[in-house]
């Protein structure tokens, strides 16, 4: 939070009970988001806040939301769409803490992959304010579980990662339900075009504001990277850990396997250590979430997904173990610390191929990752021993050794060896575990030296704008670099091809595939390749050697009320007529130009490019690299 706050709470036209829990909470003043956008939301006007990670959005629009609900109504008056059950989860604890003092208050969190019926008897029951995902809203205004008849306000949060996990259909779907008259909050740290068309759409006369702060979420973290050999990095983990002085610490790696394995090496070495994925359930990552924030845990070693939004303020540290494939996953992970105005620290593990991301975060950030390197062998040694000797002078002192004392006197006599070689003796047996004197490694203990691989990685640092899937407006000039780099995100990735058994009949559209295989498998959206839509069925590509887990996950998706049953088919089996179809935007309409959507076609992946100049199985083949 930065410190340009302008007058309190109460002056900001907030009634006095909110007011009085943010003072039990530790809210001195108004973050400027807040500061700017609660005056507005008050007045039932439209906004569009533009703010990064972390500038306290989610009290801009809750505090005016609970000073405007009439507990005397039991329907809901405000719906806030978040684009993971995680946020949802954490949007809805934050009310529940602002409504501290608003007794009979009730909000209910509604995201899938829990019981429908628990969330269909609070519904019941009656909620002012409903927080969700996209997709279970949808499904709970379709069974007309959901009333939205009172509904004053609708606030769609993070819209641009809505929009990059493929819900914009399904926000847009769900606007269309809602009452002429309500009031829209639509937040956003970027603004793709495709969130500019909703603007445009659905909210009326917005107040615009912009809280210029693009780096001020990662001002107060120390950033730092180490270059490391690839085969290494655990052995270099263990060294950054073994001098960083850390209270809580989230570590990011690429795959799921990966936050298990490290969490056993960790646990291993004598770190309180949990995996935090999409495959660990709901309850249990609330729990791991919880043990962090108690202290339980120290480390949480996690996935991007699975970790979006964790707000621990205990996380001193932010270990990048595996580089983030784009600047914004960068960002959004060093966001777990530094919460709440506390300093934090991220460390960046880079092997010498990934200089190039590298430089691209920091083009991006506008701010230097600073080369640091590991702690030597020497250095090491250093601080065991000086640690070791503290331990001893400390036991000497405190310690009642009277017994101790008579046995090593009767190993010494017995021996017949000096004082001085029984103490080796036993120091020698206290470490065995963690050696006092740390053997020289030539890989750690000198700095390794980055390739350099000019030219294309030039090309690959243009990442800058995300979620360009489904926005086709500046689609021409951006087309080249669109294209290359949706393949980019490919080649790296070896697909297989499944079948999925629902298909254009059911009403579905290759938003609702890529919505719910990355909520559901926890998979970044452009992890999932291509989409072929069949009237019965449909062919999706994702990266292959799917773990069983993930397996088992996807074939117990419902979309659009069915059951995916996926199963791997022949990569032959992708049907090359309708790959052509589709990318080029939503069905063959879009190569009149009357496809207005375009939406949840994988625009980014096969964007940009004039489809014309395209044959499908080069194209099909180009994703296979
Ligand atoms: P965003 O949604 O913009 O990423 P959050 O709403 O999650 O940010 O807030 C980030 C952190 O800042 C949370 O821990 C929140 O409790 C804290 N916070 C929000 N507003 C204030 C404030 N006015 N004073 C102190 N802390 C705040
Ligand atoms: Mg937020």
């Not at 009730?106 to 609070?122: E, K, N, V």
């Not at 047996?429 to 963690?434: E, G, R």
Request: charged share 30%; aromatic share 4%; net charge neutral.
């Amino acid at each position: 939070m930065s410190n340009d706050f302008s007058g309190d709470f109460a002056s900001l036209g907030l009634p006095e009970n909110l007011c009085e829990s943010l003072k039990a909470i530790g809210y001195e003043l108004p973050s400027p988001i807040q500061a700017q956008s609660i005056p507005v939301l008050l007045t039932g006007r439209d906004l569009l806040g533009l703010a990064q990670t972390g500038t306290g959005k989610t009290a801009a629009f809750a505090l005016p939301i609970l000073a405007n609900i009439d507990l005397n109504i039991n329907k809901p008056q405000a719906l806030i769409l978040a684009p993971t059950r995680e946020l949802a989860i954490q949007v809805a604890e934050a009310f529940q803490s602002y409504a501290k003092n608003t007794p009979g208050f009730h909000i209910a969190p509604i995201y899938g992959g829990q019981d429908m019926r628990a969330q269909l008897r609070q519904l019941q029951r009656g909620v002012h304010v409903v927080v969700g995902t996209p997709g279970r809203v949808m499904d709970h205004l379709r069974r007309n579980s959901l009333d939205l008849s009172r509904l004053k306000t609708v606030v769609l949060d993070e819209a641009d990662e809505m929009l990059r996990m493929g819900f914009i259909d399904d926000v847009e779907w769900i606007l269309e339900h809602t009452p002429a008259n309500r009031q829209v909050a639509l937040f956003s740290a970027t603004m793709p075009a495709a969130i500019k068309k909703i603007t445009t759409n659905y909210l009326n006369d917005p107040e615009r504001i912009q809280i210029e702060s693009k780096t001020k979420t990662v001002d107060r973290i120390e950033q730092n990277y180490v270059m490391v050999s690839p085969s290494r990095k655990i052995d270099a983990l263990t060294r950054i850990l073994e001098v960083e002085d850390f209270d809580g610490l989230i570590m990011f790696v690429r795959t799921k396997t990966a936050t298990v394995d490290l969490a056993q090496r960790l646990e291993a070495r004598g770190y309180a250590s949990a995996a935090l994925n999409g495959d660990i359930n709901q309850k249990q990552r609330e729990i791991t979430i919880e043990q962090l924030k108690k202290g339980k845990i120290d480390i949480v070693i996690a996935t991007d997904v699975a970790a979006r939004g964790i707000d621990v303020p205990r996380i001193t540290h932010v270990v990048n173990y595996d580089i983030p494939y784009d600047n914004e996953a960068y960002v959004h992970r060093i966001g777990r610390t530094g919460r709440a105005g506390r300093s934090g620290k991220a460390i960046l593990l880079v092997t010498p191929r990934e200089k190039h991301l590298l430089r691209s975060i920091e083009r991006s950030t506008g701010q230097a990752i600073t080369e640091t390197r590991l702690p030597t062998s020497e250095e090491l040694t250093t601080r065991r021993v000086s640690q070791f000797r503290e331990s001893i002078l400390e036991t000497l002192d405190a310690q009642d050794l009277g017994e101790f004392k008579d046995l090593v006197a009767e190993v010494q006599s017995e021996a017949n060896v000096s004082a001085d070689e029984v103490a080796a003796a036993l120091a020698y047996l206290a470490q065995s575990d963690k050696p006092l004197f740390v053997a020289k490694d030539k890989m750690l203990d000198e700095p390794l030296v980055a390739e350099r691989r000019e030219g294309r990685d030039g090309r690959r640092d243009e990442r800058g704008d995300r979620g360009s899937r489904g926005d086709r407006g500046d689609r021409g000039d951006r087309g080249d670099r669109g294209e290359r780099r949706g393949s980019n995100s490919f080649n790296s990735i070896p697909m297989d091809c499944y079948r999925v058994e629902v298909g254009r009949n059911d009403g579905l559209r290759p938003g609702d595939l890529v919505g719910a295989i990355a909520n559901e498998a926890n998979m970044r959206s452009n992890n999932i390749g291509q989409i072929a839509i069949n009237d019965t069925h449909s062919f999706v590509q994702l990266p292959q050697n799917l773990s069983s887990e993930v397996n088992q996950i996807l074939k117990r998706i419902y979309v659009r009320n069915k059951p995916l049953n996926l199963h791997k088919v022949d990569s032959s089996d992708f049907p090359a007529k309708q790959r052509r179809e589709r990318s080029g935007g939503g069905g063959g309409k879009s190569d009149r130009g009357s496809n207005s959507g375009g939406r949840g076609d994988r625009g980014s992946n096969g964007g940009g490019r004039s489809e014309r100049n395209f044959k499908p199985r080069e194209r099909f083949q180009a994703r296979e690299h």
